[in-house]
């Protein structure tokens, strides 16, 4: 079991880069100011007619095809670990889960052996994997989301992914919200605000123990609010 976390508290030398994909999503320009505001430089990969959404103020923008295996290296060289927030947007091209949310994750992982970069959270989904759920009538985006999963999975890097339940734009009252953590497969509805998941994903970089996991994520008021690494360590070593 590797060991090693990514931490941003040390005074020597300059800070590590991470790298985002779909960083001009909703859940990815979240994962880029929270990842700023812990002292991260970070890449913000985009397509190359994506727009730049405030939140990525303070990053390094570099557009690019995520089928553009060459410049995806090079994006990635120098960076200590790749958050993937892409996804498939709703579109009438039902081969968008296909292209995005497997093949897409394939090329990710293949620059990230290439440039170096041991270290990948990806943001997936609940129900990730279920043939028989009305969110497949769009291009069977939950079974392309789980051949993705495990071509990561399958990678040789040091993987986390963090699958959140339906995400919510809200801002407010975030304080009030606990976040129920569960290994693959023991939720199915409820929802969590995309910043929450941002925050998760930033925290598994700081936590050895969640590489190699499967990790579902919601929140409601009222649940015991614990961080990431909490909630790990209660968990049973994988085997
Ligand atoms: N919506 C939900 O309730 C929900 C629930 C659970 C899980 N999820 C998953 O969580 C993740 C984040 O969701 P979100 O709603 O925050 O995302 P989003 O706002 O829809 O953003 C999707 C991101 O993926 C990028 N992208 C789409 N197609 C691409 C392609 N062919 N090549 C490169 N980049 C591409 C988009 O770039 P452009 O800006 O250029 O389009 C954008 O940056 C997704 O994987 C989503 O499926 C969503």
Same mark, same amino acid.
């Given at each position: 079991m590797p060991s090693t976390s990514i931490s941003? *508290? =040390? /005074? /020597?030398?300059?800070a590590p880069c991470l790298a985002v994909s779909g960083a001009s999503g909703k859940t990815g320009w979240r994962v880029v100011e929270e990842a700023l505001g812990r002292g991260y430089r970070v890449k913000a990969l985009l397509r190359p007619g994506s727009e730049v959404p405030? *939140?990525?103020? *303070?990053a390094e923008l570099i557009r690019l095809e995520l089928t553009d295996q060459a410049a995806l290296e090079r994006a990635l060289e120098g960076t200590v670990a790749l958050v993937i927030a892409t996804g498939a947007r709703p579109s009438v091209d039902l081969a968008g889960p296909l292209k995005v949310d497997a093949l897409a994750i394939r090329q990710q992982c293949a620059a990230c052996r290439a440039a170096g970069v041991k270290r990948v959270v990806l943001v997936s989904s609940l129900c990730s994997g279920r043939w028989f759920h009305p969110l497949n009538l769009f291009g069977l985006i939950l079974v392309w989301k789980r051949v993705g999963e495990r071509w990561l999975e399958a990678s040789g890097l040091d993987w986390t992914v963090v699958r959140p339940g339906g995400l919510k734009e809200t801002e407010d009252d975030l304080d009030a919200q606990g976040i129920r953590y569960s290994g693959p497969d023991q939720q199915e509805s409820n929802s969590i605000p995309r910043r929450l998941v941002a925050r998760v994903c930033l925290e598994a970089l700081d /936590?050895? /123990? =969640?590489?190699g996991r499967i990790i579902e994520v919601t929140s409601a008021a009222g649940v015991e609010p614990l961080s990431l690494e909490q909630w790990l360590a209660r968990q049973p070593q994988p085997a």
């Open positions: 941003t *508290g =040390s /005074a /020597a030398g300059p405030e *939140g990525l103020q *303070g /936590a050895p /123990a =969640s590489i």
